[in-house]
């Protein structure tokens, strides 16, 4: 889509300046509003065989800066999309990032609330929501995860096997995604919420496109997670039964006594057992779809 206008259209509430994006390097370290780490927990990957760092990703009005991590000497590896909570791509993720390189993928975590702000730089949670992630356009963040597709293909990644995984913010969109890309062939979503308030913003939520979903998603949920019901998850479970292929495909896992956010290991939310038993679950997952 090369066309401002038409690209305007899909962003509603205000119309969009070429590069005028407010977040052009990803910094280092943990966002503000997740601080103090919890360094007992917070899991380390270094770089050693990886190609790592920021890129810039062209996008129709302008430049989103994104990390990868690659693996070196690997040619055409399969390609994961990686998205973010709320935060931002700040450590945790890049992290995450690296420890997926690390076993092969071609992985590309694209700053997707470039245009709104940086919530790395925000102590409070609710004026991330208020200010940047809930004004957001899931229909921008569609258009962007297809231009990181296309960056991906141009730098030696191989699309014809992609993947893509997401938490709580992240992993709503990871449901919203399967249900736009054709291409993709598996989603892992961890504790994105299934239901909710729409806007111009989020018209729209993975519970109402369980018809349109063209790649089985595998979900990950917390039974103690207050953010999610309980009678949310069940309900999608009994739409996924009654859906199309890949929506019969799909699966959703609970883990009873977890709460929100249990693989965020520099959290007090991450349950070890649970956050390990998830991340086996999800390469078994790529794996079985052919990622």
């Known amino acids: 889509m ?64 994104a ?50 702000g940086n919530p790395r730089e925000i102590q409070s949670v609710a004026e991330i929501i208020e200010k940047i992630s ?57 504790y994105g919420r299934l239901v909710g308030p729409t806007n111009e913003f989020t018209p729209r939520h993975p519970a109402d496109i369980v018809g349109d979903l063209k790649a089985p998603v595998l979900g990950l949920y917390g039974g103690l997670d207050t953010g999610i019901p309980l009678d949310s998850i069940e309900a999608m479970e009994a739409s996924l039964k009654q859906g199309g292929h890949a929506a019969q495909a799909s699966e959703i896992v609970l883990y009873d006594n977890a709460p929100h956010a249990f693989h965020a290991d520099y959290r007090a939310s991450y349950r070890k057992e649970d956050a390990e038993d998830g991340w086996k679950r999800m390469l078994a997952w790529f794996r079985r779809n052919g990622v």
Request: with cysteine; aromatic share 8%.
């Open 134 to 190: 809930g004004r957001t356009p899931d229909a921008q963040v569609m258009q962007d995860l297809d231009a990181s597709v296309v960056w991906a293909a141009a730098h030696g990644g191989d699309t014809t096997r992609l993947a893509m995984t997401g938490f709580c913010w992240g992993g709503r969109i990871t449901w919203l995604y399967a249900a736009h890309n054709p291409s993709l062939k598996a989603g892992v979503a961890w």
């Open 2 to 65: 090369n066309d401002r206008s038409e690209f305007d259209s899909l962003l509603p509430g205000r119309a969009v300046d070429r590069r005028s994006f407010l977040v052009g390097s990803l910094g280092a370290g943990f966002a503000l509003a997740t601080l103090p780490v919890a360094a007992q927990t917070a899991i380390h990957t270094d770089a050693v065989g990886l190609h790592e760092g920021e890129v810039r990703v062209p996008v129709a009005d302008g430049e989103m800066v």
């Open 67 to 116: 990390y990868r991590a690659v693996p070196a000497n690997v040619e055409k590896p399969p390609v994961v999309l990686l998205i973010s909570e709320i935060f931002g791509v700040h450590e945790y993720i890049r992290d995450t990032a690296r420890r997926l390189a690390k076993l092969g993928y071609f992985v590309v975590a694209p700053e997707l609330f470039a245009r709104q």
